[in-house]
């Protein structure tokens, strides 16, 4: 088997404002590469296959759970006029699953970048979003685009649905926490879920959005001007708005319950919720060492870090 190629991508955390982001509510994302997944696409002369975490085997038997990868795969031979025969695609990754840290967008990305890398041809990230956005329609139906932005830019991103993004720099002397509650977030489920509260409540919805929207504008400049204590404020706000909008769970609210005991301010789901990570910010690495002993999967980043390069 000969090596044609690879892409690699990265994940991503927002910060603030997801779901309402789906309604055009701006939203907050960063790229997050403490974990990564990389497509590696080789020439083989057989049928085409696949060697996943999810499924292994032929593409033309691969299972529901790798639908939006298949049809991309799908998408990407037609459109480079390829043999629908005599290829294998490697799909390493430590993006965990369904933990809102875009691990199906990360996948979408780098099956893109990896194709465009083995037949040599020049990716714009214009391409690339098309690419990528065609795939995350099939994984969830009504997807606002801020993860696979993120992923592309790999910059913090302020993000408004179908009136573009930014990239923005942020000066916050402080780390962000990461803390898988170990559980699978469910982003179509929860997506659908607030989807129906909008036709059921749409007074009640109206007023959550306007106020995720205030804390995402507050948050951006809190993000720029180095104020974690009123970060920290809006995060608990976020999460608050968020249990409103029943995307929380118990799992989440037991682990926010928990950091917060072991010395975090506040916290708050991030992407899809239901379960998945909960994310915060502190500068005090005394809180962050008790909170890596006491859960199993801890992530930290230094948001110093974010603008270098
Ligand atoms: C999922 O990572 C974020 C959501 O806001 C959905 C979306 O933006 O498409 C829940």
């Known amino acids: 088997m000969k090596l044609l190629g690879s892409g ?11 779901h309402a982001v789906v309604y055009g509510i701006p939203a907050i994302a960063i790229p997050f590469n403490g974990v990564m997944t990389t497509v590696n696409i080789y020439k083989t002369e057989e049928e085409i296959t696949i060697d996943s975490r999810f499924y292994k085997g032929l593409y033309q038997d691969a299972t529901q759970i790798i639908s939006g990868l298949k049809s991309l795969i799908k998408k990407l031979i037609k459109e480079f006029n390829l043999d629908d025969y005599g290829y294998h695609f490697e799909i ?30 020049k990716l714009s990230n214009d391409k690339l979003i098309e690419l990528a956005m065609f795939a995350e329609k099939i994984h969830h139906s009504n997807p606002s685009g801020l993860d696979v932005y993120t992923l592309v830019y790999e910059k913090p991103v302020w993000f408004i649905r179908d ?66 204590k009123t970060l920290n404020k809006l995060i608990a706000i976020n999460q608050k708005l968020l249990k409103e909008l029943n995307v929380s769970s118990e799992i989440i609210e037991t682990t926010i319950s928990r950091a917060k005991t072991l010395g975090m301010t506040s916290m708050k789901l991030t992407g899809g919720g239901i379960g998945g990570c909960v994310i915060g910010f502190t500068n005090d690495l005394a809180v962050i060492d008790k909170l890596s002993k006491y859960f199993r999967n801890v992530w930290v980043t230094n948001m110093g870090g974010l603008n270098e390069g």
């Open 8 to 18: 690699t991508s990265g994940a991503k955390i927002i910060l603030t404002g997801e």
């Open 92 to 121: 390493i990754s430590d993006i965990e699953p369904q933990r809102g840290m875009g691990s199906s967008a990360a996948l979408s990305v780098a099956t893109v970048k990896a194709f465009y890398n083995a037949f040599n041809i």
């Open 163 to 228: 009136e573009g993004f930014k990239t923005f720099d942020i000066n916050l002397d402080a780390h962000l926490v990461i803390i898988d509650t170990n559980l699978m977030s469910q982003t179509r489920t929860s997506v659908e879920a607030v989807k129906k509260m909008r036709t059921s409540s749409p007074k009640l919805i109206t007023k959550i959005f306007d106020e995720i929207s205030l804390v995402s504008c507050k948050a951006k400049e809190a993000l720029k001007n180095n104020d974690l």
